[in-house]
């Protein structure tokens, strides 16, 4: 029993030195990463993460948005999706998937990630009015409304909402509901030339 408490002891004194240099490693090299990110040098801010690379969510975080930001959106999808795996709760590697999900095109896999969100956080505000945009550009005028009534409601005030919101509703044929949104539109942006259109047409 004696001899297992020594070498466990052993074993823990020197995995502390081991941690730490681990440590002091990452924090160097995030922090070489985000000085060559500063410059606008992204091959340079990826490459400390790549050398010192074990899979973490932060290492993968952190280069699923310099490889975004290099227009590599097939490696940034690839590594926000381990992120967004390895904390499926969390909020911010969803909303960053998306990103190079908008840039590739993938229209259905950002729709599933937004609803993903909200399912988790079902008042998150962006997910709401994108997935409202998505449904609005395919005509889908009613789960459209329903997406941004949410936002609507939340922020009453908010232009893009109301004017989303103004066209689904004028599509649905509820025109005093789509000449109220409009006018307020017009109230937030005095002359706002989309929202007269909109007016123009009821």
Do not use: C
């Not at 025109?175 to 007269?196: F, V």
């Amino acid at each position: 029993m004696d001899l297992v408490k020594l070498t466990l002891a052993v074993a823990l004194v020197g995995a502390a030195p081991a941690a730490a240099q681990a440590q002091a490693e990452q924090s160097a090299a995030f922090s070489s990463s985000y000085s060559a990110e500063a410059k606008a040098d992204y091959a340079e801010a990826i490459a400390p993460i790549r050398a010192i690379y074990t899979g973490t969510y932060e290492q993968n975080l952190r280069l699923g948005w310099l490889y975004f930001l290099a227009k590599n959106y097939t490696a940034a999808a690839a590594h926000y999706q381990k992120a967004v795996e390895q904390r499926p709760y969390a909020i911010e590697p969803k909303l960053g998937l998306i990103k190079p999900l908008n840039a590739l095109g993938q229209i259905d896999r950002m729709l599933t990630t937004y609803e993903s969100i909200l399912k988790i956080d079902p008042q998150n505000t962006q997910a709401n009015y994108w997935t409202g945009v998505i449904f609005l550009n395919r005509k889908a005028y009613a789960p459209a409304a329903r997406y941004f009534e949410r936002v609507v409601n939340l922020y009453p005030f908010d232009y893009d909402s109301n004017l989303s919101l103004a066209w689904a509703y004028f599509n649905l044929g509820k025109k005093a509901e789509a000449r109220a949104l409009y006018t307020k539109a017009l109230l937030i942006r005095p002359g706002d030339a989309a929202a007269t259109a909109g007016l123009k047409r009821l």
